[in-house]
C-alpha cells in the first residue's frame, strides 16, 4: 500500500490526469547530476507517463527555461552548485507563476522539507525511494487543474458579478428613463387631451351659439313685451322680470365668450404703442376701479418699440387682465401697470421671458393687483376655458383662456403667477419684429 | 307721422311674434312678418315695405339668394335692409351681403329702433 501523498486527496494515477492522456507533460528539471536526471525520467516512463523534458543546472538557465520552456511541472534537487530549490521558489513566486515544484532530494532531512514546503513545494520525494514520483507528479498536476478550476470559478464568479452590478445599473437606468418617458408620455396625452377639448369646443360653439341666441332673442323680446304689457306697479313682478333679463344677459355672454374663444385667428395687424392699447383698456376699467375703491398705479416706459399687434385684441386683453386685478381686490388696494423693453434675460419676469431667443427684443407689460393671490390648487387651471373661482352667474370662465389665446396669436406669452408678498401677477410679452 | 312699414323676414316664429308686438306697441311701425324665405319676395311685392329686417341664416333660403331677388324688383331695388343675425361674427363676411348694416342677436328693442331709424330712407 502506497500511503497517499495528501490527506485530502487519494493517491492519484494516470487514469485520474486530467490532462489529455495524449498531452505530453513538459517537465523542467533542476539537477546538476544527469543521471540522477535519468533515474527520475525512467521511473516516470515506467510508470507510462508522456512527457518532454528539460534538464537545468543553474539559475540562468532555470529562470530562462521557465519562460521559454513553459514547464507543466518541476522537479528540483534542493542543492545545486550555483542555485538551491528555496531560490527557484522563491523566483517562481517572485514572477507569479504556479508551477507544480517537486523537490526531489538525496538527503533526508525535516528542516529542508518543512522549508521547501513553505516555500510553496508541492511535495517532497527522496532519491532513494522514486517509485513514489509518478504518483506525486500526478497528484501535484492534479491539484493544480483543481487550483485553476477554482481560480477559474471564482474569476467567473467575479466576473459574474460585475456583469450583475453593471446589468442592475442599466437597469436602474433604464427604469429611470422609462419613467421619465412615462411621465412625458403622460403630459404629451393630458395636452393631447386639453386640445382635443379645445378644438370640439370651438366646432361645437359656433353652433351652439346660433341655436342658443335664437331662443335668447325670443326670451329677451318676451321679457320686454311683459314689462310694458304687465305694468311696472307689482315689484315682485318687476324683480322676477329683471332676474328674467339677466339670465339672458348672463347666457348672451357665455356665448359671445364661447364665440371670441373659438374665433379663427384672424387679427387686423396694425403698428400699435402698445402703452397705447394699455391707456385705452384703463380707460374702460377706470370706473369699476372707482367702484372697488382700487387705485391705479400706471409706469409705462415711453419709448416703447412699435409693435404690429390687433389693437381691439390687445385692449380685450388688458380689459380682461384689469377686470381680473380688480375683482381680486374686493375690499380695494392698487392696480400696477407696467410696461418695459429690453432682452429676455435682463428681464425680472424670467418664467415669461425665459422662452424667447436670447437675442430677441422683448415688450413686456405686467399687470400686478394686491388682491388675495390665486390659489396654489388652481394655478395649473386659470388658463382652462370654464374655469373660474366665482359665483355662477358672476363670470364665464373664458376670460383668461381668451387672453392667453390671443397673446400667442400674436407670438407673444403669457404668464400668470402670485407674487412673494401679496396679489398676482400677469406678465404679457411680445417680440418686436425686425423691420419696423 | 305715418308709421313705417318695416318687412320682417326670420324664420323664429317666436321671435317674430313678439318683435312685432315690441315695434307696433310704440304706434310707430306697421309691422309684417314672413317665416319661410320662398315667400319673402312675394311678401315683400305685396307689403312695399320701408324697411326689410332680414335673418342672416334662413333654414330654407340663403339670406343672398332673397337679398338678390329683392334687388331684381325695380319697385323693391332701394329699400333699405338691415340683417341681423343670430351667428357668429365672421359669417357677415359673406361677399353677397358684404356692406349691408348688421346687428347681433340678442338686442332690446329699443337697440333695434335704433338701427332701424337709421337706415330708414
Known amino acids: 500500500m502506497v500511503e497517499p501523498s495528501s490527506t485530502t486527496l487519494p493517491a492519484a ?10 498531452t505530453e507533460i513538459r517537465l523542467l528539471i533542476l539537477e546538476d547530476v544527469a543521471t540522477d536526471a535519468e533515474l527520475m525520467e525512467a521511473e516516470l516512463r515506467r510508470a507510462q507517463l508522456q512527457f518532454t523534458s528539460h534538464r537545468v543546472a543553474d539559475r540562468e538557465s532555470f529562470q530562462a527555461a521557465v519562460h521559454t520552456f513553459h514547464p507543466d511541472l518541476i522537479l528540483a534537487d534542493y542543492l545545486l552548485p550555483q542555485f538551491s530549490a528555496p531560490e527557484a521558489l522563491g523566483f517562481l513566486r517572485q514572477q507569479e507563476l504556479c508551477i507544480p515544484f517537486i523537490l526531489v532530494t538525496g538527503t533526508q532531512s525535516e528542516e529542508i522539507a518543512v522549508v521547501c514546503m513553505r516555500a510553496g513545494a508541492d511535495d517532497y520525494i527522496l532519491k532513494g525511494s522514486l517509485k513514489r514520483l509518478p504518483a506525486s507528479v500526478l497528484q501535484a498536476l492534479r491539484q493544480r487543474e483543481i487550483q485553476r478550476e477554482k481560480k477559474r470559478a471564482e474569476d467567473q ?15 436602474q437606468r433604464t427604469l429611470r428613463s422609462l419613467e421619465k418617458s412615462h411621465r412625458e408620455l403622460r403630459q ?11 378644438e370640439s369646443v370651438g366646432s361645437l360653439a359656433a353652433g351652439v351659439a346660433h341655436e342658443v341666441k335664437n331662443p335668447l332673442t325670443t326670451l329677451l323680446m318676451g321679457v320686454e ?33 364661447l364665440l371670441d374663444f ?12 402698445l402703452n397705447d392699447a394699455v391707456d385705452a383698456a384703463l380707460g374702460f376699467v377706470r370706473l369699476e376701479c372707482a367702484k372697488r375703491r382700487a387705485t391705479i398705479a400706471r409706469d409705462l416706459a415711453p419709448d416703447l418699440p412699435v409693435l404690429r399687434l390687433d389693437r381691439n385684441k390687445i385692449e380685450q386683453v388688458f380689459v380682461n387682465l384689469f377686470l381680473n386685478a380688480v375683482q381680486a381686490m374686493p375690499d380695494g388696494g392698487t392696480l400696477r401697470m407696467r410696461t418695459e423693453f429690453g432682452r429676455p434675460e435682463a428681464c425680472a419676469t424670467a418664467h415669461v421671458c425665459g422662452e424667447f431667443p436670447p437675442d430677441e427684443i422683448l415688450v413686456i407689460a405686467t399687470v400686478e393687483d394686491t388682491g388675495t393671490g390665486i390659489a396654489p390648487q388652481h394655478l395649473h387651471k386659470i388658463f382652462d376655458p370654464f374655469f373660474t373661482t366665482r359665483k355662477t352667474g358672476q363670470a364665464t370662465g373664458l376670460g383668461l383662456a381668451v387672453v392667453k389665446k390671443i397673446v400667442e396669436l400674436h407670438g407673444g406669452r403669457l404668464g400668470v403667477r402670485n407674487l412673494p408678498e401679496c396679489g398676482a401677477q400677469a406678465v404679457v410679452a411680445f417680440t418686436v419684429p425686425e423691420a419696423v | 307721422m305715418p308709421r313705417k312699414r318695416i318687412l320682417v323676414l326670420d324664420d323664429e316664429a317666436g321671435t317674430t311674434r313678439l318683435l312685432k308686438l315690441n315695434l307696433e306697441r310704440t304706434g310707430r311701425f306697421d309691422v309684417h312678418v314672413e317665416n319661410q324665405g320662398r315667400r319673402a319676395l312675394e311678401a315683400a311685392q305685396r307689403f312695399r315695405p320701408d324697411l326689410i329686417l332680414l335673418d342672416l341664416i334662413m333654414p330654407d333660403m340663403r339670406a343672398e339668394e332673397i337679398l338678390n331677388a329683392i334687388r331684381a324688383e325695380d319697385e323693391l331695388r332701394d329699400v333699405p335692409v338691415l340683417l341681423w ?15 349691408l348694416p348688421c346687428v347681433r342677436k340678442p338686442l332690446r328693442t329699443a337697440e333695434l329702433i335704433e338701427h332701424i331709424e337709421r337706415h330708414l330712407v
Open chain 1, 13 to 22: 494515477s494516470v487514469d485520474d490526469l486530467p490532462l489529455d492522456r495524449a
Open chain 1, 157 to 171: 464568479l467575479r466576473q459574474t458579478n460585475l456583469d450583475l452590478a453593471r446589468r442592475e445599473q442599466d437597469l
Open chain 1, 188 to 198: 404629451t396625452q393630458l395636452q393631447l387631451i386639453q386640445s382635443a377639448k379645445m
Open chain 1, 225 to 257: 313685451y311683459l314689462e310694458r304689457h304687465l305694468g311696472t306697479g307689482d315689484p315682485e313682478l318687476v324683480s322676477v322680470l329683471r332676474d328674467m333679463d339677466d339670465a339672458v344677459k348672463r347666457a348672451n355672454r357665455v356665448i359671445l365668450g
Open chain 1, 262 to 273: 373659438s374665433a379663427p385667428g384672424d387679427l387686423a395687424l396694425e403698428e400699435l404703442q
Open chain 2, 85 to 99: 343675425s343670430a351667428g357668429p361674427r365672421d359669417q357677415l363676411v359673406s361677399r353677397e351681403v358684404d356692406g
